[in-house]
């Protein structure tokens, strides 16, 4: 059924409708049980991480709104953050293709396992049961995808999706918010040139604007990479269509509102 234009439309509402076509997104098609190839066993556990990833990438959306209506804007940083980093990862693994972006990640996970184990080197040892966890876990990594370990790291996940530099930019913006630095630092206080010294408060000073744009943009980048990798084009794509032609009628609003 056409929807029609409301002018009463904001970023909030659309957000809403794309959680909601989320919610009752069909199963992926299944597959018989059988001797699966190494191939199909990835494929398959691709669209479930995709899944997850999806998920993630909604709930950690509704937590930081839920946050920034209670006035916790600034303090959203790290959870848009997140968000953003698995819209990303989702385009990436969509761009991919269900194997390789599994076999990538089974990779980059052998790699940060590796991380902890000499961690414990120096901190607190790791149990006999705990170390055959993690080789078991190591074990699933092929070594004929080595080539591929490069593609772990953000940046150059970027690199494949120049269409995301903008995500890349925003997200440059919330780590320096979500990490210890000066930037995370300065809606906390001001200086007092007249006295002089620094005024302390006990909330920001500032408070953080655009949560609602920046989270519908990506949750419906998130959902139309999903169903990409989920084979579910039909279910998604005409919704999605109708989503993003609500939300260029909003960023015209917001246009013309800042230039008047």
């Known amino acids: 059924m056409e929807q029609e234009e409301s002018t009463d439309d904001t970023w909030r509402k659309v957000f809403n409708d794309a959680s909601i076509l989320i ?129 772990a790291a953000f940046a150059h996940v970027i690199e494949r999706l120049p269409h995301l530099t903008h995500a890349h930019q925003v997200w440059l913006l919330m780590s320096r918010e979500s990490h210890p630095s000066l930037t995370s630092a300065s809606p906390y206080s001001d200086w007092l040139s007249s006295e002089p010294g620094w005024q302390l408060y006990l909330t920001p000073k ?7 744009m920046l989270m519908t943009a990506m949750l419906c980048t998130a959902a139309l990479a999903y169903g990409i990798v989920a084979s579910l084009h039909a279910y998604f794509d005409e919704e999605l269509d109708r989503l993003d032609t609500r939300i260029s009628v909003l960023l015209a609003q917001q246009a013309g509102s800042s230039a008047d």
């Open 206 to 212: 500032t408070t953080a604007t655009g949560g609602e």
């Open 23 to 151: 919610e009752h997104v069909p199963s992926p098609l299944g597959k018989p049980v059988g001797e699966w190839s190494r191939t199909e066993q990835t494929e398959s556990y691709g669209v479930a991480v995709a899944w997850g990833w999806l998920m993630r990438t909604k709930r950690t959306a509704e937590a930081a709104l839920m946050l920034h209506s209670l006035g916790y804007g600034v303090e959203v940083a790290p959870l848009a953050r997140s968000v953003i980093e698995h819209t990303v990862r989702l385009q990436w693994a969509a761009e991919r293709g269900r194997q390789e972006f599994v076999e990538v990640m089974l990779r980059n996970q052998k790699a940060t396992l590796d991380n902890i184990i000499t961690a414990a080197k120096s901190g607190f040892p790791l149990t006999i049961e705990q170390l055959a966890k993690i080789e078991a876990l190591q074990s699933n990594a092929g070594d004929e995808f080595k080539s591929l370990d490069y593609e």
